[in-house]
């Protein structure tokens, strides 16, 4: 457990993923106090090297306040990716179990459960704000990143993707789709956009590469799971023999944007930022 950190520290709840090792190392850069609360069987080891941590289990919500408050928490910023447990399997604590029973862990999709867990954390009198408050300009701008383009096919499996993504996302299940030649090569759900690449790699059709499509699910709550993309996302998306990216502007946060653009680049792929459709 690490020492107070004064006022005005920011505290990360870290899940897996580029985005909370990037959140801290923004704090370094600005001297800004930090204080990272790992979720156990979620957070890398590498997210809390040499910064104050703790660790915790998913569902002891009692000793995850009581380290944010220890630490002088007062804002708050959820990041990286948490695979979501069944409730016998994230056996919570008597505060999480209260916090369950309240909201209906089983009755609500991911984001409805982020949503009142950002509510429930501001009732506990934290600030809670979204990673793109601390990483200034990381939201995806219109327009594409590299020097590669879509080509026409592409544009049109943009479009369709689109449509899909935005149907899952009323349905509250993911936020992505890859679509190749007008077929869906599958749709995120509870494994997450690296895992929808690494199984749209062995579908893959012949011909023109698909696209990965990403996008924010409508009425989402924007202090946490905003759509995400980084390196790493650039890197399986060539993986998957895919011919591109395509995220939405002003919505989507890019981790490391100038690293996505050059690995786009070097892998001779697109990454595009797109309106709302």
């Given at each position: 457990m690490a020492d107070s950190q004064g006022m005005n520290c920011l505290g990360?709840?870290?899940?897996?993923?580029?985005?909370?090792?990037?959140?801290?190392?923004?704090?370094?850069?600005s001297g800004r106090a930090v204080f990272v609360l790992a979720l156990e069987g979620a957070a890398e080891p590498e997210t809390i090297a040499d910064v104050p941590h703790a660790w915790c289990p998913l569902g002891a919500a009692g000793r995850g306040l009581a380290l944010l408050r220890d630490n002088a928490v007062n804002e708050l910023v959820l990041a990286g990716g948490v695979r979501r447990p069944s409730l016998a399997a994230l056996r919570p604590d008597w505060r999480a179990a209260k916090f369950f029973a309240r909201v209906g862990y089983r009755a609500l999709g991911d984001d409805g459960l982020l949503s009142a867990v950002v509510a429930e954390l501001e009732r506990?009198?934290?600030?809670?704000?979204?990673?793109?408050?601390?990483?200034?300009?990381?939201?995806?701008p219109a327009g594409p990143f590299g020097r590669a383009r879509p080509d026409a096919q592409a544009i049109s499996d943009i479009a369709h993707g689109q449509r899909i993504a935005r149907a899952l996302g009323k349905l509250d299940i993911g936020q992505a789709v890859v679509v190749q030649q007008g077929l869906v090569l599958g749709v995120e759900a509870i494994e997450g956009t690296d895992e929808l690449l690494r199984r749209c790699a062995k579908l893959r059709r012949d011909g023109l590469g698909g696209v990965l499509v990403k996008v924010e699910k409508p009425g989402q709550e924007k202090r946490a799971d905003r759509p995400t993309i980084g390196p790493q996302t650039v890197s399986?998306?060539?993986?998957?023999?895919?011919?591109?990216?395509?995220?939405e502007a002003g919505a989507t946060i890019v981790v490391d944007r100038d690293e996505v653009s050059t690995a786009a680049d070097r892998a001779g792929l697109f990454v595009i930022g797109i309106s709302r459709g």
């Open positions: 990360i709840v870290a899940g897996d993923g580029e985005l909370p090792r990037r959140l801290v190392e923004a704090c370094r850069e506990e009198g934290f600030r809670v704000i979204g990673p793109e408050q601390v990483l200034r300009s990381s939201l995806a399986l998306a060539a993986q998957a023999g895919l011919a591109g990216i395509a995220v």
